[in-house]
T-cell receptor, first 111, second 115 residues
Framework: DAKTTQPTSMDCAEGRAANLPCNHS???????VYWYRQIHSQGPQYIIHGLKNNETNEMASLIITEDRKSSTLILPHATLRDTAVYYC????????????FGEGTQLTVNP | EAGVAQSPRYKIIEKRQSVAFWCNPI?????LYWYQQILGQGPKLLIQFQNNGVVDDSQLPKDRFSAERLKGVDSTLKIQPAKLEDSAVYLCASSLVPRSTGELFFGEGSRLTVL
């Protein structure tokens, strides 16, 4: 699976949009981009995933560049409860292929 | 809908002792995963089951770790004998089918401290 690169940490003001970047320059054509987050002392929580089109759900938006070498997770109106480690993962969506978590980005939402 | 249940939440043991963790996935979820998360790192997959068969156990230290899912529902992860470096949170996750939706549901984890 392709490797991802994320900033170690980011800060965001409450109520503002949080934009979390991820580089995955070696992504292959059949690999998806997944985002999970992990709030302190909890298990990871799925946020969103996509192949090449932008995706939006009730939690976030995922913007994937046209060359698919990078993506951005957008939390449109960050709250204090969004403080967490955010993981960007690239993986094939097939049985047996694993989700390999890196160290993620620690997002801190400040009041 | 009930989530993934894990027990115990916390366990402290001496090195060379044994420990077992239990996981009950979401009802109807055929795929079950065990992950190990060492402090400050992302979770690492140990083993993946599809029903009661093993799909991937390539990162499971088989000399000391074992896992089973006998009836295709709940699962047990055992460590025997434990080492200091096994101190970690052990996370269980399940999915309805092998990630066709991309969504794994994780439990809250079992925190192991080996002294």
């Amino acid at each position: 699976d392709a490797k991802t690169t994320q900033p170690t940490s980011m800060d965001c003001a409450e109520g503002r949009a949080a934009n979390l970047p991820c580089n995955h320059s070696t992504i292959s054509g059949n690999e998806y981009v997944y985002w999970y987050r992990q709030i302190h002392s909890q298990g990871p929580q799925y946020i969103i995933h996509g192949l090449k089109n932008n995706e939006t759900n009730e939690m976030a938006s995922l913007i994937i560049t046209e060359d698919r070498k990078s993506s951005t997770l957008i939390l449109p109106h960050a709250t204090l409860r969004d403080t967490a480690v955010y993981y960007c993962i690239v993986s094939k969506e097939t049985s047996g292929s694993r989700l390999t978590f890196g160290e993620g980005t620690q997002l801190t939402v400040n009041p | 809908e009930a989530g993934v249940a894990q027990s115990p939440r916390y366990k402290i043991i001496e090195k060379r002792q044994s420990v077992a963790f239990w996981c009950n996935p979401i009802s109807g979820h055929a795929t079950l995963y065990w992950y190990q998360q060492i402090l400050g790192q992302g979770p690492k997959l140990l083993i993946q089951f599809q029903n009661n068969g093993v799909v991937d156990d390539s990162q499971l230290p088989k000399d000391r770790f074992s896992a089973e899912r006998l009836k295709g529902v709940d699962s047990t992860l055992k460590i025997q004998p434990a080492k200091l470096e096994d101190s970690a949170v052990y996370l269980c996750a399940s999915s309805l089918v092998p990630r066709s939706t991309g969504e794994l549901f994780f439990g809250e984890g079992s925190r192991l401290t080996v002294l």
